[in-house]
DNA sequence: TGCCATGATTGGTATATACCAATCTGACAT
DNA sequence: ATGTCAGATTGGTATATACCAATCATGGCA
């Protein structure tokens, strides 16, 4: 009648991420091989190996036959504290920004959510909107989804006049580290366009997200949806070939 | 002495691939269940889900416990800030790339165009349409614009088989090396939505680009505008690109 | 000293087996 | 008709075992 059932594997995870997270581990690290792992948690090798699969898909370690298997470098490019900041940006480019909160619940997560952020089905998140606004005009909606694990009592803070990720940083020690996100382009439903002040089934962009802190712990899920008129993303690009998680190869 | 090796479960991963590209399996069919796919290809249950696995990575398929494993529906997924080879990233993906000229044209450009490509205002330029279908479904209307005094006679190659740039590389000695670019929601207007197959005022994402070549000159204008509910575009944090990272911006 | 065969090490692939967990189906009771 | 529950179906987890492929370290040879 244990509370939800964590399969080993994903223990095997955890316990990993606190090794690195204590700095036992630290890039670069070789790891013990598959086998003495195996021997180490008292598993089979297979279940060592779902473990690293998980790490590896997340980016912590390197994987190279015949040699080891390694911590990589942590991949902090374009951080949270730079890329997050929509303040500070627009204020930069000398508008007014504003910012409304539209709702603030702490709620029983979908499963889907709940797999996202990997908690079980049970345990509760905080999920609110947030209305962002350039000189006085609606540009984008914001929509988190907090594991409440993390983050206890976060409803007593003002998201209206603070970041999320700053009060996860400075009242949780949570540091968000890199996120996973898509852009699409959407047509807004009616609630969305009478927030955001445009017609029902008007252009938008969604950006969904799904954030890490420095351990890999998923911390928010979430999206972001901006009017489609009053937002343009800069992409520059060169040629040079990017290594993205997109590419294609036989290798996860 | 024989051949690269190719694990078994690649082999099935490019056997489900073929399957899909064909016509076989399309969008929302459902996968026999995996201990009977281990009899029909003659393996252990296990390598069926380590092909299965693959597949789950790239997107192609969705697996829910209890219910089965099923086709998704296709979207192109590409990072924000790479924008090319259209064609090798889809066929890496499983499925058929495709390309039909809209319009081929040597015209006078407009003003704005001619001061985008810092040419003389008489200079003629080679402007045209491309219509790119994955799996025969359109998913993309690509616009260039290429001084003509850059590339003469570029009418007589046939666009439909192969790269714009790679004709400029390999005709013409000219390297595309940086692009400026840029992203945004907006509606279809009726005549994109025809060759597109979709509704007028349907979401779509656009994309403007400047690209130059090696020496800083700018050689191609034009834009990517894609159906809004086939693409997707990756924009995690896993791509370096922090100089030029996705910007917000206040649209004018 | 320098090179390179050779075996040990390490991750990768594959089989066989068993049981768990989520979902769906259909018979049955109301 | 409608709701409910038991069993079947299907993907998920885990063990034990074996061999292959890439890499590395060692020691002998030129």
């Given at each position: ?10 223990q095997i995870v955890d316990t990993m991420l606190e090794r690195i997270e204590?700095?036992e581990l ?5 790891l ?5 792992l ?13 473990a690293l699969?998980v790490l590896?898909?997340?980016?912590l370690i ?9 911590i ?143 351990q890999g ?36």
């Amino acid at each position: 009648m244990s509370g939800p059932v964590i399969p080993v594997y994903m223990q095997i995870v955890d316990t990993m991420l606190e090794r690195i997270e204590q700095g036992e581990l630290t890039p670069g690290d070789r790891l013990a091989p598959e086998r003495a792992l195996a021997g180490d948690f008292g598993v089979n090798r297979r279940t060592i190996r779902q473990a690293l699969e998980v790490l590896e898909r997340r980016g912590l370690i390197e994987r190279r036959q015949g040699s080891g298997t390694f911590i990589s470098e942590p991949r902090m490019e374009r951080g949270a504290s730079e890329f997050f900041h929509f303040t500070e940006r627009i204020r930069q480019r000398g508008f007014a920004a504003g910012s409304e909160v539209l709702s603030l619940e702490r709620v029983v997560p979908s499963p889907f959510v709940a797999t996202e952020l990997e908690i079980s089905p049970d345990a509760e998140i905080y999920r609110f909107h947030r209305l962002r606004t350039i000189s006085s005009r609606p540009v984008l909606i914001e929509t988190f989804a907090l594991p409440a694990d993390l983050v206890p009592g976060f409803d007593a803070f003002d998201v209206t006049e603070r970041s999320v990720y700053e009060i996860m940083r400075t009242e949780y020690d949570i540091h968000v580290a890199y996120a996973r996100q898509s852009l699409e382009a959407v047509a807004l439903s009616q609630i969305e366009a009478q927030w955001l002040g445009a017609s029902p089934g008007a252009p938008a962009m969604l950006e969904r997200r799904l954030a890490f802190d420095e351990q890999g712990r998923p911390v928010d899920f979430g999206t972001d949806l901006y009017r489609g008129d009053r937002v343009r993303f800069v992409t520059d690009a060169a040629t040079v070939a990017v290594p993205t998680g997109t590419e294609v190869s036989a290798a996860p």
